[in-house]
């Protein structure tokens, strides 16, 4: 694959960068307004600066670990990955999941084009997003039903707590069942990728103005993913340290909301932070239109309301948790791309 093949995908519309920031920058200032410009600067004052630099340092350690587990799942294939530059791919990633927010896509795309650069095949880089996916979902679901189950036993019926358990019981397992059995018939898998393959072609085609899904390299993509499944069999360690990687991920960023509340002098409940945590960032990876602080900022806004916290401190904790989370990784993630494609490895 050439330079300019791995290029183009990154190529946007600039104007559509600059609108969708003027968009978010428009949210933003305008959450401010709810409870008023004068009352924000006057809590801005008291808010405890360590707490403000826990929330930074825990929410930066999210890229290092995510890194991480990058580096150990590209083992699989016995490829070394350098950490710096791969640290550096997932803030490139971020930004641009920032700028166009589009359920990951674009941070996919970057980190795609940089570990293909660093000698894994197409293929590999998806058994390595499949992998990664599942162990986030896997977390994120086993993290949400801790917070489910914790803010329910607080409260005085139980009864929700058996048929939550009941249902949980009953439908996790059946679709791990069926998703193992649709993966052990590789025939079926095959026949639905490749029925699938023409419809999402077409979109990219019309985007790229070249056809991206061919059916060899689709069949090549489903080769390499059932070899690197079966190696990812073999070597359950490496899996293993992706898992523990995640789980920190998802610590790290709950710790990063928890400062950013314990900052405006607001203890959350662990049972409503978990809450408001999994369920704003399933929001955020669903969400395909522009405009992402706002529909996180909303959902955070309304479940933060929900659990009793005040709507000064809510709206406080909102703002603070955004800049550090969302505005963050622009600048330094576009910095981050900018040496990326200096270097060329990417």
Sequence with gaps: MTDKTIARPLAVDRRQIVYLMILGVAVFLFVPKLIGFRHVLLLLQVAHPTFLVLALGAETLRYFVSAGSTIVLARLFEVTIPTTPMTEAFFAGAAANRTFSTGGAPGMIIRFAFLTREGLPPGAVAVIFLIEDIIGTAIGVMIFFVGILTVTNALPDRASIAEFSVIAGLVSPLILLVGWRVYRHRAWVEKIVHAVAPAINRPLEWFFGRPILTWLGVQRALDDFYAGMSIARRSPLNVAASFLFNIVR?????????????????TISPGALILIFTTVSFVSSVSAVPGEVAIMGTSMALLSFAFGVPGD????????????????????????????????LL
């Design 250 to 266: 998802y610590l790290a960023g709950a710790a990063a909301l928890y400062f950013s509340f314990y900052a405006m002098q607001w």
């Design 313 to 344: 401190i809510a709206v406080m904790s909102l703002l603070l948790s955004r800049a550090i989370a969302f505005w963050l990784p622009i600048p330094v993630g576009y910095a981050a791309l900018w040496h990326l494609r200096r270097q060329q």
